[in-house]
């Protein structure tokens, strides 16, 4: 069984950052990419950002130059660093996680930007 352990959504203010973790524990052994999706009200799921196990990242365009995704894959960890945040960002974050058994989506985390 594998388990994500997201943590760092919340709320902040137009212009202000956040730092969002997801940690992968269980059997899990071979991590290949990791990356954050986003679900804001009434929306589907869009991709925020990937990166692979060699360190390749892709961001959606809207968050280019304010997110950057990164992992430390001896903790199985995955994070994304956001700045500049706007009111278009407020959403639930979900981390993913592809194994060599499939794919492990987190519970999901909330951040709203407001003032």
């Known amino acids: 069984q594998v388990q994500l352990a997201e943590s760092g959504g919340g709320l902040v203010q137009p212009g202000g950052s956040l730092r969002l973790s997801c940690a992968a524990s269980?059997?899990?052994?071979?991590?290949?990419?990791m990356g954050w999706y986003r679900q804001a009200p009434g929306k589907q799921r869009e991709l925020g950002a990937t990166?692979?196990?060699?360190?390749?990242?892709n961001y959606e365009n809207s968050v280019k130059g304010r997110f950057a995704i990164s992992r430390d894959n001896a903790k199985k960890t995955v994070y994304l660093q956001m700045n500049s945040l706007q009111p278009e960002d407020t959403a639930v974050y979900y981390c993913?996680?592809?194994?060599?058994?499939?794919?492990?989506w987190g519970q999901g985390t909330q951040v709203t930007v407001s003032s």
């Open positions: 269980g059997r899990i052994f071979v991590v290949y990419a």
């Open positions: 993913l996680v592809q194994s060599q058994f499939g794919d492990y």
């Open positions: 990166i692979t196990s060699g360190g390749r990242t």
